[in-house]
């Protein structure tokens, strides 16, 4: 078994080195800036009449990408950018011919979603796969995250692109005048990782939504005929000795949490980052508060044949999170339920990202191998993680990675290591022939559980893409054996072999009311280890964008399932309508119907349907208000008995006070079970890792009698403070 692994990874990586000698890279190399730089710096409060701005460089070759690509912008933008050793300075001058119509909200930080903005990417390796991002609206309100060029297929459906999980700390201030909008943004370059040498070159883009003409604008020119987004980017370079990220942080926290008929028991913790380079970083967390202040959305958890996916919320788990990434979900955190302490190593070296993690877990999860008892699970007391990832660039737009992980678990400290989960292997990414993309990734795991061990049992994940104008091909190939163990990772379903292709073509009418029309149709067939065939799928879909951020989709499916050794015939249709057609309301509509299997025993075809509808109005510019209503039935046949209806209803009100004070209520009820829970929030956030928090949650259950009991009630307080040294 091992020689035939090594082997495969032999000749994946002769293909790889093959290929790369065809690799082509995209770029826009007329846009380019230097920084200017200055030692007075200007005040961050929106208006820009600081002498700063008169000798930064000046940016205002902006073009349209959105609706109609390579056109002039319906409104002019200038942007400005200078620097000095702490902090690299932007400031934008969006021109608007309709200032009252501008949309902006004062919200939470992170939450600007349909509002006009201005967002700065920050390439500051210039590998074109990974970029800082700044977002502010015209109120001032901060987003940030990470946008990665590979995106990865979440479990849900979609992809990610930007993740807005990561925080880091930095100025910003907007105003609203005659002309349009200002902005004006401070980023210390302690807040960002790049290269160790005394110039800088960096991937630059600047892009301006306005949301009412759904309308995207860059510095950089992007096309649909260029298959990446930061290869398309400009180029920022700075010159001299820079203050980097070589700091000491921080965060000292204490939670308190009171329950009814119990005192108020205060925790202690410690969130410690020390930039040991400015391209390298090392996070400590001793005694971590990982309370969940955003609640999960309720999602349908009846008749479900496979688990639920959750996202992972917690701050340390999210920092350098996309360097674990994998094409397979080998590192799904959430699986590390109660830490006890973390260790993470974070950062790039050159031309190699790295990433280390080790967390003692003291509820640990159960390592699932075949012929253990369940005396095990209820035996853990005490679990160690660990994990190792390489990342080596090859060329602009390619990759080689390697990622060991281990995970070992006992009922005490002297039997710690008596079970253990280890898996290790290779995966790349290249680009090659303009349009195309392949990846690969081939692992292998090991377990052992109480005195059953496994061998080396292998899975592995083929992709191949083109994306062009007009074309999105790709074709993936999985096998995921049985015995393959992930006891760290998220894998819905296990002992395939799937094939998955797809083919869309895009129609650019690029108007006003229709952007693109894109029509796809996409084929799986899975077979098992035993050469059963227990999938097979089509599916033929239609995609329409427009109007004001609108969107239509429909899709018809049909396919075989096979469930407890019968084969089901299914037929179902689905579709989305979304659409942001005021600044005060958007809203999206989903429906589907069609046959259903009823998991069970006895399992058996019936006819399913759900509806649902999320809705956010902002009847004030600080108020906002998000429904989100969940109707799933399943009946023996149409129109026959039914045999359970679920509905789902979720309300959260937040209203913000100011920048930094903010006061949210959330309702989430589940008819199904008679679950109620109401949560209330006041919230300071200064900024990153600076915050109050003081909340109450409430549990209640319907009972007999149709009267809501109290499940639970508990009060909870948070504050932590971040030092920068």
């Known amino acids: 078994m091992l020689d035939r692994i090594l082997k495969s990874l032999f000749i994946l990586l002769l293909f790889s080195w093959i290929a790369v000698s065809v690799f082509s890279a995209e770029s826009n190399a007329n846009y380019h800036v230097d920084a200017a730089v200055s030692s007075t710096p200007p005040k961050i409060d929106g208006h820009l009449n600081d002498r700063f701005w008169q000798k930064a460089a000046l940016l205002k070759d902006f073009t349209q990408f959105e609706p109609a690509e390579g056109s002039v912008p319906s409104e002019k933008t200038e942007a400005y950018i200078g620097y000095d050793r702490k902090n690299l300075y932007v400031a934008v001058r ?62 849900g459906g979609g992809f990610e692109k930007i993740d807005k999980t990561w925080d880091t700390f930095f100025l910003s201030n907007a105003k609203i005048d005659e002309k349009g909008y200002t902005i004006e943004i401070q980023i210390p370059f302690k807040s960002l990782r790049f290269p160790d040498s005394p110039t800088q070159k960096w991937g630059l883009q600047i892009q301006r939504e306005i949301q009412r003409k759904n309308e995207e604008i860059y510095w950089a020119p992007r096309s649909r005929d260029v298959n990446g987004f930061l290869t398309q980017a400009g180029t920022l370079q700075i010159q001299g000795d820079l203050e980097s990220g070589k700091n000491l942080e921080l965060m000292p926290v204490v939670t308190g949490r009171k329950t009814d008929g119990e005192s108020l028991k205060p925790k202690p913790g410690l969130n410690l980052k020390y930039g040991i380079t400015s391209d390298l970083t090392a996070d400590l967390t001793l005694n971590p508060d990982f309370s969940q202040i955003e609640a999960d959305i309720p999602q349908v958890d009846v008749n479900q044949r496979y688990e639920l996916y959750y996202p992972e919320k917690r701050p340390f ?141 292998p899975a592995m994940n083929f992709n191949l893409s083109h994306v062009s104008r007009y074309w999105n091909v790709s074709a993936e190939y999985t096998s995921l054996p049985e015995e393959f163990e992930s006891s760290l990772g998220f894998f819905r379903r296990k002992d395939l072999r799937m094939f998955r292709t797809r083919i869309g073509y895009n129609i650019l009418p690029q108007n006003d009311v229709i952007v ?42 049909t396919e075989l399932e096979r469930y407890k050794g019968i084969d089901f015939q299914k037929k179902t249709f689905r579709s989305h309508i979304n659409s942001e057609p005021f600044s005060w309301f958007s809203a999206n509509i989903s429906f589907s119907f069609g046959d259903g299997i009823y998991y069970s025993e006895n399992p058996y075809l019936g006819y399913k349907t759900s509806f649902g509808v999320m809705a956010t109005f902002k009847p004030l510019r600080n108020l906002r208000v998000f429904y989100n209503y969940r109707k799933e039935t399943f009946s023996e046949s149409k129109g026959g008995e039914r045999m359970y209806g679920i509905n789902l209803i979720s309300q959260r009100v937040s209203y913000q006070l100011s920048r930094t004070l903010s006061l949210r209520v959330i309702t989430d009820y589940n008819d199904y079970y008679g679950d109620l829970y109401n949560s209330v929030l006041l919230s300071y956030e200064l900024r990153p890792g600076t915050v109050f928090y003081l909340g109450m949650d409430d549990n209640r259950e319907k009972d007999n009698e149709e009267i809501f009991r109290s499940q639970g009630r508990y009060y909870f307080i948070k504050f932590s403070y971040w030092w920068r040294i």
């Not at 939470?108 to 796969?129: A, H, P």
């Not at 006992?410 to 710690?416: A, K």
Request: hydrophobic residues 30%.
């Open 317 to 457: 788990f999210l920092e350098g999170k996309d360097i674990f990434d994998t094409p397979m979900e080998l590192l799904y955190t959430r699986t590390i339920i109660n830490p006890l302490w973390g260790l993470k190593l974070t950062g790039k070296v050159g031309k190699t990202s790295l990433g280390f993690l080790n967390v003692f877990d003291e509820t640990p999860s159960v390592i699932d191998i075949p012929n253990t008892s369940s005396s095990y699970q209820e035996s853990l007391k005490h679990g160690m993680v660990n994990v190792f990832r390489l990342k080596h660039d090859i060329f602009s737009e390619s990759y080689i990675g390697f990622i060991l992980m281990d995970k070992e678990t006992g009922g005490g400290w002297n039997s710690m290591f008596d079970n253990y989960n280890r898996i290790g292997g290779v995966d790349a990414h290249f680009k090659f022939k303009k349009y195309y993309r392949f990846s690969f990734q081939v692992v292998g795991s090991s377990s052992k559980v109480q005195d059953e061990k496994t061998d080396i049992v």
């Open 94 to 155: 969006c021109y608007d011919s309709r200032p009252k119509a501008i949309r902006a909200n004062l919200c939470k930080r992170d939450k600007v979603q349909g509002d006009d903005q201005i967002t700065i990417y920050l390439d500051t390796f210039l590998d074109k796969k990974r970029a800082f991002t700044f977002q502010v609206n015209p109120c001032g309100v901060q987003s940030d995250g990470i946008y990665n060029e590979f995106h990865r297929r979440r479990p």
């Open 516 to 557: 693109s029309i894109r029509p796809s149709i996409e084929y799986k067939r899975i077979y098992d280890f035993d050469n059963t065939l227990t999938d097979d799928e089509i599916r033929v879909g239609g995609f329409i964008s427009g109007w004001r951020n609108s969107f239509i989709y429909g899709g018809y499916t």
